[in-house]
């Protein structure tokens, strides 16, 4: 049915719109941006902050833009020295009681605060609040929780709960002694945190940020007795060129590679590998649970989710993929295959990966991904963001350095590798090899865009030699909770699905660069635009089939023996376990 | 493979242990609403009318069994002034500060009972004998100054006798051990 036609004057701007508009909406619609800062369009309506009023001629009083629907013959305007002054005193007390310490904050220079505060007019604080005292959480290995920072916009309360079905977060107590945090105010891996880190992405200021690891990282580039290895993550390369100014969607792969060079690394090698490898452990692991189940089989590279099912879903348990994570699966050849390969002692080898994730910290200090001695096999997991302040601090820029290759042998990847960041990319590399597994014939086919999955949750039938495979891809926990019940209320058969914990996959991941100047966190068009190269990569790459890449087949013949051997399963397999407290789904 | 990962069997009988089964019965009751969040203050109320206070084991547990997360239990828990998060003294002191009881004088009662106790407004002492609250009448104005010990109504305090009658309740519990 079509909605009734409003209309309305926005500043003296006649206009029609649907009923249920928001002044907000049809301001942006005439091309009006009005001042926000608790407003994400993607979550439900706070309007708690009060920055985004407008003079709506018949109230008598300001209204917030975000909440309020347009009404017939309403007359609206926007902008007049009395808002923009109402506006800049609101900002104001939302300052009065910040800390003065934006020079020394992660966030200077990209803090939403710091900017609105410039562009409403804050030269002067002119009031002196009282401050607020809370002590810093700091006890995660992936998540920092600062209170003091925070301006209880709930941003992260509506991200956790609504995109990503978690909410761990909640407003404790009331007025001024309000805090953010977990139930109890537990310490955050003590709650049912998944450490996906979204709440880093959408905080405006730095209430949230990551565990920083960038002083151990520095500190092992100085010692000459450590071998310093380095990989990074599919989306990396994707992303890392917007902390330097180049456009979003701009590959960055060769300039990353040299820049890690500068800074010391030893070897640079590419978590690419590690994703070939998954694919051929999980295609063979896929194989035998298509004659012993139990199926569905459930993807397990972002480490968000496998916390998500520990907590949230712990009957899945049997159901996700007993494959490492690429990243660890790389990080135990480090220290095995490649350390024996160049004659050095595993204990001289300080792995660090650069992930566009929180999550990834946690999965590598996870006790199952230690050596027989309880080293971990990954010394170090550094965000995207970590990485471009180190580059930073050492003073390069990215543009004008010119390409380098990773080192092999982990370094040397196939297209199915590249699309791990995006989401839908391990199901469509996954399907690329499983559909040889299965026929025994070379694929003929290898875009499956079906599975490519933009919105957040998809479902899809694909002919694999005699088998109708029915396959789902969720990204965003609160989608993957649709295909998740329909597995756990055994409503709906699938063979394999993919979860990744973040919107967008790892492209959307809590350790990337915030957004650019125009963008923001959670854009589809940020989104695209990083998910555009990796399939740009893979669509020119000559090895696109991770069982073509001729690095992997030597490691099967030379080291593992063969994809499933009791080696492979060693080095490369995991296990899991129900955590406790248990989340609510 | 075949062993069952699941805890939910665990967390349940947990949770229904650390409330009793005449909690259990009123979230099965409310478990037939078209809402059961929406009853999650009442079954606050009548969890701390059981136990005299909120404990985050409580939160949790009323959590599990509501299916409501846990971070929202806890949030509406410590938002409403009425639910205590710790628990009572042996003795809650209603001091009341309404009109009457303050022009005569309760607010040198109140400093009083501070310094005697150690504490401030909404806390125990540290020896959990008496917990300290503001009321706002007590509905005995001809009596002012007024303050309820327990079930106790003291009329026309002074701050000298603070200490008597504070006394008097902590002789009681010393003649209880004595016995």
Known sequence: MKKKQINLTIDETPLTVSEGTTIMEAA????????????????????????????????GHYMTACSVQVWEGMVVQTNSPAIRQARRDIVELILDNHPKDCQTCERDGNCELQNLAYSMGVRNRYFEGERKEFPIESSSVSVVRDPNKCILCGRCVRVCDEIQGVCNLSQHGRGFTTVVGPAHLADMDDSVCIQCGQCINVCPTAAFLEKPRTNDVWRALADPEMHVVVQTAPSIRAAIGEGFGMAPGTAATGQMITALRRLGFDAVFDTNFGADLTIVEEAHEFLTRLKEGPLPMITSCSPGWISFMERFYPELIPHASTCRSPMTMLSVLAKTYYAERRGISPEKIYMVA??????????????????????????????????????KCYGLGLAGLPAGEFDSPLGLSSGSGDIFGSTGGVMEATLRAASEL??????????????????????????????????????????????????ARREEEFHVIEVMACPGGCIGGGGQPYPPEGMRILDPELLRLRASVLYEIDRNKKLRKSYENPAISELYDTYLGGPGTAKAHELLHTHYHARLPRGIR | M????????????????????????????????????????????????????????????????????????????????????????????????????????????????????G????????????????????????????????????AQVTPDRVPIILDEYLRRVREEKGA
């Not at chain 2, 042996?90 to 109140?110: E, F, N």
């Open chain 1, 438 to 487: 299965v026929t025994g014939e070379p694929a003929t086919r290898l875009d499956y865009t079906e599975v490519r999955n933009v919105e957040g949750l998809r479902e899809a039938y694909v002919a694999i030699g005699p088998h109708n495979i029915h396959v789902g891809v969720a990204n965003g926990l609160e989608n993957a909770k649709t295909l998740l019940d329909k597995v």
């Open chain 1, 28 to 59: 942006g619609s005439l091309g009006i941006h009005i001042p926000r800062l608790c407003y994400h369009p993607d979550l439900s309506l706070a309007g708690s902050c009060r920055v985004c009023i407008v003079d709506v001629a018949e109230m």
């Open chain 2, 2 to 117: 075949s062993a069952s990962t699941d805890n939910w069997t665990e967390v349940e009988t947990t949770s229904r242990e650390v409330l009793g089964p005449d909690i259990v019965a009123l979230v099965e009751q409310c478990q037939k609403d078209p809402y059961p969040a929406g009853r999650l203050i009442h079954v606050l109320h009548e969890v701390q009318a059981k136990f005299g206070y909120l404990a985050p084991a409580h939160l949790d547990a009323v959590a599990q069994l509501l299916q409501v997360p846990a971070a929202k239990v806890a949030g509406v828990a410590s938002f409403y002034h009425y639910f205590r998060l710790s628990p009572p003294g042996r003795w809650t002191i209603s001091l009341c500060l309404g009109t009457a009881c303050y022009v005569k004088g309760a607010d040198q009662i109140a400093q009083k009972l501070c310094d005697q106790l």
């Open chain 1, 354 to 391: 650069v992930m566009p994730c929180v999550a990834k910290k946690f999965e590598a200090a996870r006790p199952e991904h230690r050596d027989a001695q309880g080293r971990p096999y990954t010394d170090a997991v550094l965000t995207t963001r970590e990485l471009i302040w180190m580059v």
């Open chain 2, 119 to 154: 504490i401030t407004f909404g806390e125990t002492s540290p020896d959990g004998m008496f917990t300290l609250e503001a009321a706002r009448c007590l509905g005995a104005c001809g009596l002012a100054p007024v303050m309820m010990v327990g079930d106790d109504m003291h």
